[in-house]
């Protein structure tokens, strides 16, 4: 998803990331620490997660309006922020069940974002509610699988394939780093480094999806907007 450059969501939104365990100075929730111990995803994991990801969206929200008004609307960090603070205005009501909190997002990103980007977030936050019916804790299988229901949404509605230098590649390198790695993972760190990989291996290659092809070479300069979004919100861990 290359912003409202990048893909454009075909007929009809999580990444899931886990927070770095805090330092004993943070005065933060352990729940996060409790998760990279025990490689466990919760509802007070989850909150903490949406939470991090809502400030780190507000330090980047000119960084990606402008990394996307290069190629596209110009329009990436406000529907960013505007569908996390969405979620984050109902976190109330996340309960136990982790399938009725994903669905939550997906309803907050319907509601406050039109865009393509926007809905295939909310499409990718869908089909992850629904494979995580009955669901309390996400252990490391069903992680990836949350990231491979991302994938397959946004290839299937973004109309995209692996290549096409847009979010569904940095989802591509944390899906094999994650199935790459069965002990001791360090989850935040794997996140992170792998969105950097991802937006390091696509440098001088072409955007090969939606607007931003009208631009041909020049985005072989530029980072795909989804992409650096995706990268810099895993520094919120």
Excluded: W
Aim: hydrophobic fraction near 35%; include cysteine.
């Amino acid at each position: 998803v290359g912003g409202s450059g990048g893909l454009r969501a075909g007929g009809d939104g999580c990444f899931l990331m886990i927070r770095r365990p805090p330092r004993s100075t943070r005065k933060e929730s352990s729940a996060a620490s409790d998760v990279y111990k025990r490689q466990m995803f919760d509802k007070q994991v989850m909150i903490n997660v949406f939470n991090n990801l809502l400030a780190q969206s507000k330090k980047s929200y000119d960084e990606f309006n402008a990394a996307d008004g290069k190629i596209g609307d110009g329009d990436l960090g406000i529907t960013i922020l505007n569908g996390l603070e969405e979620i984050n205005n109902n976190i109330e009501k996340f309960t136990d069940d982790l399938s009725t909190n994903f669905m939550i997002c997906s309803q907050a990103f319907v509601k406050k974002s039109g865009s393509s980007f926007g809905t295939l977030i909310a499409f990718s936050f869908m089909n992850i509610s629904k494979n995580l019916k009955g669901k309390n804790t996400c252990d490391h299988k069903d992680i990836v699988n949350i990231i491979d229901t991302a994938m397959s949404t946004i290839q299937e509605r973004g109309k995209t394939k692996v290549g096409d230098k847009t979010i569904l590649d940095t989802l591509n390198f944390i899906s094999r780093n994650l199935k790459a790695t069965k002990n001791n993972i360090n989850y935040p760190e794997l996140f992170k480094s792998s969105a950097n990989e991802a937006l390091n291996a696509f440098k001088g290659k072409k955007i090969l999806i939606g607007r931003a092809r009208m631009f041909e070479d020049k985005t072989k300069d530029l980072d795909d907007p989804g992409m650096l979004a995706l990268h810099k919100l895993c520094e919120a861990f």
